[in-house]
């Protein structure tokens, strides 16, 4: 296993602090926001240092119905070669659903959502597992997501989910201790009982991040300092293993290097307590006091996105009760889960196992990965597309869910096409999201820019002729044609009313 550190996330907006602090041994960066034949010169001028570079990807999906995509995998091996990279993460999500296997629109999440913990989800997931491993040059590990929504007709407990998960392929895992947090707000999930499953010989590294409560939900917002409650889950993970890494993710909201300087400091503190002084990560010397980011805790206001990490692709936590109708609704699980003798729930009898004690790959059994691709394009829908809420789903939560959505894209937007909020001014953000409420995405945030001034343009707004005008040359100059003329708006609009009727 390697033996990380401490660590901080890697960010272009942040990059000068990264190379300044003190006692950073290694950095994680967005593989997504990349380019493995140009790297920016601030992780060049680190790796000379010494300093650990491992891609963190954000886009494959691995636990979403459809098979890897093999360019987005071969992508993130050039990356992690290129970075001569001890190892590579990703997440256990799924971003888009819909396509083939249900014969209904594509759709892109914009952001990670929960896989259902069910036996399909879990044997679906090991073979896309699988198949990554066997494309990608190092290790691969995966990390535990925060959710809003919980599947209903759930079958493992968050522990025994990752537990199986391990044991059937071999593959790390990246513990997010914030994540274990989030869920223990939103879902009544215990870290405690979660940390207590997991097969901690297995832990590649532990990610810390802050966070905010707001109306009854925990926000993930990577955004905020890291709160006494997210260092007390932290502190439970380093008394029962040493961690081989801990990393500060920082996203958005960027405080001064001092901030950063004492949060990596409060991580070794409670690192240190919670091992007796014991920790395998080093206890380099300690800078500003933390008293600065404590302080700040709970008294910043709520970034403009809502949601955790904006990065610049379209992807960024559910597996449902098993079987799906294709009206969305669920039929109950095929798999009973009887307790083990050692309190563990039960699997069913899994694929041929190989000698180094991993299943071997094959051919997920019949009906699984299409199952899961209905539930998962149903749940999608609703919260993308404004079809109905699945049965089984609290509704109040898929709003909340849905609203975030929106929210990051307009964010994600905003930073991809930062005239498009200088052109609008106060107004970009509700005609976003009056555009984005039934209009989901169904490529990457570039192309969702230029589908929305598209959109404006074909309604004649703004209503401002300058504004209009600007905006005109601005989609222009990136679409390279003229803004659609009548019969062209005629035909979307035909197209647009046809998909909208798939779901009804």
Known sequence: MTELGIGIGWRPEIAEAVEALPGVDWVEVVAENLCAGHLPDSLTRLRARGVTVVPHGVSLGLGGADRPDAGRLADLAAKATALGAPLVTEHIAFVRAGGALTATPALEAGHLLPVPRTWDALEVLCENVRIAQGALPVPLALENIAALVRWPGEELTEGQFLAELVERTGVRLLIDVANLHTNHVNRGEDPAKALADLPVEALAYVHVAGGLERDG?????????VPPEVLAVLSDLASRVSPPGVLLERD???????????????????LRAATGGAASVPATAEVASDSVARSAAHGLAAPGSGLAAVDDVAERPLLIGAGARASGGFMPAPHPVPAG???????????????????????????????LALAQAALLSALVAGTPVPEGFDARRLGVQSRALVAKRAGVIAKVAPELPEILGTGFRAAFSSYALTRPMTGGYRRDALDFVEHLLVAGRPEDPEARRRLTHWWQDRAGARPPGRATRLARAARAAFAGRWAA
């Open 252 to 270: 958005d909201h960027f405080p001064p290097a001092e901030e950063l300087a004492s949060e990596l400091a409060t991580i070794r503190r409670t």
């Open 217 to 225: 939900v925990w926000h993930d917002t990577h955004a905020h300092p």
């Open 341 to 371: 003798t050692d309190g563990r729930a039960a699997a069913p009898e899994g694929p041929e196992r190989g000698r180094n004690g991993t299943a071997s790959p094959g051919t997920v059994s019949g009906g699984a990965r299409e199952r």
